[in-house]
């Protein structure tokens, strides 16, 4: 009988779908389910996801571009959510209306929420003719940490010509940023209404009385980000900009599944969001935007390009054709996509707050810009949306010159083992089979004369180019085909591509 473990033609192609078959569904698991959210709404100090649920969907009531009506009533309700949150959680806070105001209150209070709508600037847009001017209207919370100076030290600088304030001497905090604008053409409850949403729930976290970080917290809730990331250039111009060193900017590009990690700036950054129970990608997506495969941009680049912070880039990126439509709204997503997002956020920021080590800081390099110092270039992934591997980018190119080395060395010793004991069989057709002899009770019972045996051993030289051509040309003819027939089924669902031919193109 045939062993099942037997090297064998059939054993072994059974073996392999089988394997093939178990990756494939683990991995469309983890890209397609969202682990679910816990059971109690109060999952963490200061949580209450059923709260946060039902200011999602306050929140994505209406589209709510900027410059619109509907946009100032978001605003509005951001304030008096910031505000009831701070009141619930007992926290003295101080309230600054202008960009140039100061008072006691400030100087002293464990929170200052800044109402600006001072800042404002005026910008050349990358990579076209146009300059933009914007009168800002973010909102921006500082929640002092335990380590932090005393007073309004963000005040204690002078003004540069850059009209940045560049504060020196002092242990950097943590920026957490979303935008609170939609599109006109969508509700925002991705893009960016969970981003919104995690912000207002990170702040009664770390407001809550046993929570309290030890660098301090800045959360940034910007607006016009739709239009030339407008938001994020105006926080530039408030002084409070110069306090963080590195930050977690949340956005949505998708509308629902995973939050995943986009890019980040550095391995040592990374390391702080592997702290999540579900950390979820890649940083192929991060060279797809160092390549400029990915052509949108996040307000990951203005506070890395412009400000110097080094960072983190955590948005939804599916289903991509909901994004910036009516279906980008709480109906196609879930509590469950909110918690993932929010969970990731939590560690992250929490990780961050308690590093008060000199890793994020350095010398200033160009003016205006803080001194985050500088970290290493990051290779990182997932592990079933379990794991998060980070290594260093060097370390990946030391260990592909260790195989490049290692593997024909080994090759070679293979070779030579094989040779020595006479069983080198590479392209051979026939192979002399050694005359066996039978002994029972010391007598001859069964003789095998040996002869010849076929190897077909160059048919395995001609396989592989064969298949490889024959698949290849498979795959460019099924693209060519969508292409003809129907180019835009994919933005319906990618699951479509694998019936893509409408009987109803032929009729």
């Not at 910007?222 to 060193?245: C, K, M, T, V």
């Not at 003819?477 to 669902?493: D, H, M, Q, R, W």
Request: hydrophobic residues 40%; glycine residues 8%; neutral net charge.
């Amino acid at each position: 009988m045939a062993s099942f473990l037997a090297f064998r033609p059939v054993f072994v192609q059974v073996l392999v779908v089988i394997t093939f078959v178990a990756l494939l569904a683990s991995l469309l698991y983890t890209n397609r389910v969202v682990p679910p959210a816990p059971r109690s709404a109060t999952p963490a100090t200061g949580i209450n996801l059923t709260q946060a649920w039902l200011d999602l969907q306050h929140l994505t009531f209406n589209p709510h571009p900027y410059n619109s009506h509907d946009n100032d009533g978001v605003r509005n309700w951001l304030l008096s959510r910031a505000e009831d949150i701070l009141t619930q959680n007992k926290v003295d806070f101080a309230v600054e209306n202008t960009l140039n105001s100061s008072s006691t209150d400030s100087a002293t209070a464990p929170v200052v929420l800044f109402n600006d709508l001072s800042s404002n600037i005026t910008f050349s847009s990358s990579g076209s003719k146009t300059t933009i001017y914007f009168e800002g209207s973010n909102i921006i919370i500082y929640v002092r940490g335990t380590e932090d100076p005393s007073g309004s030290f963000w005040r204690n600088s002078t003004n540069t010509s850059s009209g940045k304030y560049p504060i020196t001497k002092i242990k950097g905090g943590v920026l957490i940023n979303a935008h609170y604008d939609s599109v006109s053409t969508g509700y925002g409850a991705t893009d960016d209404g969970m981003g919104v949403i995690t912000v207002l729930q990170l702040l009664s976290h770390f407001t809550a009385s046993k929570t309290k970080p030890k660098k301090g917290l800045v959360f940034l809730l910007n607006n016009g980000e739709e239009d030339y990331l407008n938001g994020a250039y105006a926080f530039l111009r408030h002084p409070i900009s110069q306090f963080p060193h590195v930050f977690l900017n949340l956005e949505g590009a998708g509308a629902g599944g995973r939050a995943t990690l986009f890019r980040s700036t550095d391995t040592e950054v990374t390391r702080h969001y592997s702290h999540s129970k579900y950390p979820f990608g890649t940083s192929i997506s991060a060279d797809g935007f160092k390549r400029g495969a990915i052509r949108s941009q996040t307000d990951y680049v203005v506070f890395n390009g412009q400000l110097g912070l080094r960072g983190l880039d955590v948005a939804f990126m599916e289903p991509r054709a909901r994004y910036h439509t009516g279906q980008d709204s709480t109906k196609y997503t879930s509590i469950d996509s909110l918690w993932h997002m929010l969970s990731a956020s939590l560690a992250t920021v929490e990780s961050l707050a308690s590093d008060t080590s000199s890793t994020f800081d350095g010398g200033v390099t160009k003016e205006g810009k803080v001194d985050a110092g500088s970290g290493t270039d990051a290779i990182y992934f997932d592990i079933f949306g379990r794991v998060l591997v980070v290594f260093e980018q060097h370390t990946m190119f030391a260990w592909c010159v260790t195989e490049l080395v290692v593997a024909p060395l080994i090759l070679i010793a293979l070779e030579a083992l094989l040779r020595r004991n006479g069983k080198w069989y590479l392209f051979s057709r026939l192979h002399d089979r050694p005359r066996m002899v039978n002994l029972s009770d010391g007598e001859v019972t069964e003789v095998d004369e040996g002869g010849k045996v076929p190897l077909y051993g160059w048919r395995g030289f001609f396989r592989y180019p064969i298949v490889f051509v024959v698949a290849t040309a498979v795959d460019v003819g099924l693209a060519f085909l969508i292409t003809k027939i129907n180019p835009l089924i994919v933005y319906s669902s990618e699951w479509a591509v694998w019936r893509f031919v409408d009987p109803i193109k032929f009729t």
